[in-house]
Each structure stands twice: as C-alpha cells, then as structure tokens.
C-alpha cells in the first residue's frame, strides 16, 4: 500500500522504492529515503538524533518540524504564552486523507485546528492544513494557514526546520552572497540585531552557526563531494542556516554524541516580521526538496 497509517505515524511509499515516514505528533517528516542516478538503493536524506523522542513526550530533534506561529522565543503580544518555535510541532495532528496515489507520487493531508490545550495558550482562530508529497526523488511539503476569523487579522511565523544529513565540516550552501543576514551567535543583544552581508559564495557550517537571511533567493544548493540536496521555495522568504557544533550541541539532551557533525539545517520561512493573513483568507508557504541527480 502506497500509504501506511501505524499507531503514531504514517508511511509513504513511492513505486519506484523512496520512503516517507510522518509522525503525527508534529506532524514531523522524521526520514525522507530516495535513491540518487549513482545509486538507485533510495538511502536517508534527513538526520534523526538517535536521542530524539518520538512519544509525544517533546519536539522532535531532526526530520523535518514545523514552526509556527513563532519562530524562536516569541516576540509577537498573542504569542507570550508560547514556547520557543510555537505549538505546532508539539501537538498531534489529524489525517485528514490521502491527496495523489498514483506512479508519480503519492501525498497526504493532515490537520490542526484549535485544541483545548491550544487555545489554553493561543485563543486565535486558525486551520492548519499540511501536505507531503512523495515523488521519486523528491519530498513536497505545502503548509496551509487558513484565518477562520471572521473580523481580526492573523500575525504569524512559520518555518519548515529541515535537518539535511550531510557531514557538516564539507556541506556547503549556496546562492546567499550578498544576501542581508542577522548572525544569532553574536554575545550580544545589539550584535545579534545588527545587519550583516554575505560576503561568501559558499556558505559552511564548520563553526557554530545560527544565521537568518532576510528576502534570499529560495532556491538553494545544498553540497558535499559525490552528494547534494535543493531546496526550491515559495512563500518563503527567509532562510535560516544552523549547525550547533559542540558548542551548543553538546548541551542539547536530545542530541547524540557528535550528531552536530552530521546535518546541516537548511530552514525556509517567514521569520523576519510577521506575516498577515486577513479574514477568511489562506497562506500558503512550500518547499521542494530534490536528490542532487549525480
């Protein structure tokens, strides 16, 4: 069956051998498997810390969280009441219905809307609806925010957290050069806010790394020798680039030893401001992610 649905999560399997594999809590992508031309055995694309909870218990640390609709500590007065990335990523979604079976690809709908739990914290009106979309060697993920309300305005940020697996001192990320960013790892409040350009053609993570680029260009390279992942866009205007290295790594429970040498978190969003959904209308905000073909 080209869809799966076991006690917690939900599998999709494309004919020619790629895998997806979704939680429901979250509705977090924990592995994304496809072959490349160089090797047709699909193999992971997506890092998942071997200490990584996957019982509802905490956000997930790896795969593919949704953040919404605060991305870090929240700014934002209808957010003070939330934690660090929002709730969607900490709450079980529904499945809503398989969307395409067919030999192209196969995808599925979940759903969020507001929860007793939710609203104890965020008492707006919302839909959240999430598509993945399984081809051969691609991964389709669409986020759509729907305002239910009838007469206020939605403020939101959202952002898809992907953990790409690639060994982080040879990743490198490109195009950003030019592009204005906020370096999150300055010590200081003012350094943090303080706009930076991109001077590199190709961006590294060898050194801790917390990096937001406002308005890029959302269509991104991620390489390594012989390897390599991109990422198209839309909706999403910014890019987040992270790597915690040691330096942060090490203090994360969740993380396993080393893990920080493993991934590099490639995250398409709207994080710089907020976006505003009127009443009754509906954001949608995607990302492609494709096996490099080498």
Partial sequence: MPVQRLDNRVVLIHPKGATAELLLYGATVISWKAGSRANSEPAER???????????????????????PCFGPPTHPEHSRLSQHGFARSESWELDSTVTDNDDGVSVRLTLGPTPSIIAKYNRSFHLAYVVTLQEHQ??????????STS?????????????????????????????YYDKTEATEEGRNKPKVESRSNVDVRKFTDSVYEDASQKYEVMWPGEGVQIRTSG??????????????????DMEDGGWKKFVCVEPGCVRGFTNIEPGKTWVGQQVLSVVLM
């Fill in 46 to 68: 997506l890092f998942l810390s071997s200490k990584a909870l996957l019982d509802g218990s905490k956000a997930v640390r790896g795969g593919i969280p949704i953040v919404f």
């Fill in 139 to 148: 991964l389709s993920t669409d986020l759509h925010v729907t305002n239910t």
């Fill in 152 to 180: 206020d305005g939605l403020e939101f940020q959202a952002l898809f957290h992907n953990y790409v697996l690639a060994p982080a001192d040879e990743v490198l990320v490109y195009p950003l050069q030019n592009i204005m």
């Fill in 236 to 253: 999403l205007k910014d890019v987040v680039i992270w790597n915690p290295q040691s330096e942060a790594g090490s203090k994360m429970a």
